[in-house]
């Protein structure tokens, strides 16, 4: 039916009004991108959380002071989707991994504690006051040690380690894209280049808050664009998955 939206919600289809899904826009309009379209399902994501592991002490707190004290604390990925990161880097068994987009070092503190002692995080973050909140908690994890905070451009990053080809190129086996979206085509392109064969690329908000099926601003347009490519590149596989915000999960071939 035009202008509505059927879901699929315990085996029951439920037609979501127009207006109720013009409102879920709005307020998307409203507020921070990071914030998913999809709260009609807020139930079974709750559920889905709530029979998942539990948060630690110091990553609630984490959470908790994130959300007291920063206006944009709905760019933390959240428990489901840092789970799914710390299960990836688990069952991949990645030593060493690189974040883009640390912000308060929620995401980084999941991922970290699936690595082993010998292995390295290296996470990236521009904004000086976000990397201080990150390394006050880093500091406080028994995983801390095994965390590289970079206060710099993500491009920048990449462009450096690319060119360090004949010495000592790094190479990852998990690259977690989480930094600014219209440059996530381009992040796309640089990290395939510094992963091993088997590795993973996972971006955060890979659906934009639904607004990947009619990208009209710039972030919409490049997000979509790298859904484009990835799934047209025959160098990767990879699914998308529609927890929270939508994670793209690519494995280099
Ligand atoms: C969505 S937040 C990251 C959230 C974090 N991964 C988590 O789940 O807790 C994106 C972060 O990327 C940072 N950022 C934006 N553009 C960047 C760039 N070009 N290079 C590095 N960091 C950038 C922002 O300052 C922001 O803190």
Redesign the pocket.
């Known amino acids: 039916m035009a202008g509505s939206a059927y879901i699929n919600y315990n085996s029951k289809d439920l037609l979501i009004a127009a207006s109720d899904y013009a409102s879920n826009r709005l307020m998307l309009e409203s507020q921070q991108k990071?914030i998913m379209i999809f709260n009609i399902n807020s139930e079974i994501e709750e559920y889905c959380k709530n029979h998942s592991e539990q948060e630690e002490e110091l990553l609630k707190n984490l959470s908790l002071e994130t959300t007291a004290n920063l206006p944009e604390y709905r760019?933390?990925?959240g428990s489901l989707?840092?789970n799914a990161l710390r299960m990836l880097a688990s069952i991949s068994q990645a030593k060493n991994i690189l974040?883009?987009?640390?912000?308060?070092?929620?995401?980084?503190l999941h991922m970290v504690s699936a690595i082993p002692p010998e292995g390295q995080l290296i996470t990236?973050?521009?904004?000086k006051d976000?990397a201080n909140f990150a390394e006050k908690y880093f500091n406080k994890s028994s995983h801390g040690h095994k965390i590289k905070l970079i206060n710099?451009?993500?491009?920048n990053l990449l462009d450096e380690y690319i060119s360090n080809k004949n010495t000592s190129r790094p190479m990852f086996d998990m690259i977690?894209v989480?930094?600014?979206k219209t440059?996530y085509p381009v992040y796309y392109e640089k990290s395939l280049q510094l992963l091993h064969s088997g590795g993973l690329i996972v971006f955060?908000?890979a659906l934009w808050g639904g607004e990947v099926l009619e990208p009209l601003n710039p972030e919409a347009q490049a997000i979509d664009r790298l859904n484009s490519t990835i799934i047209n590149d025959n160098r990767v596989t990879n699914v998308l998955l529609y927890i929270r915000d939508g994670i793209n999960i690519v494995r280099k071939i």
């Open positions: 990071d760019m933390l990925c989707v840092g974040e883009l987009g640390t912000y308060t070092g929620y995401s980084a990236c973050e521009i904004n976000s710099d451009y993500a491009n977690f989480d930094a600014d440059n955060d908000n």
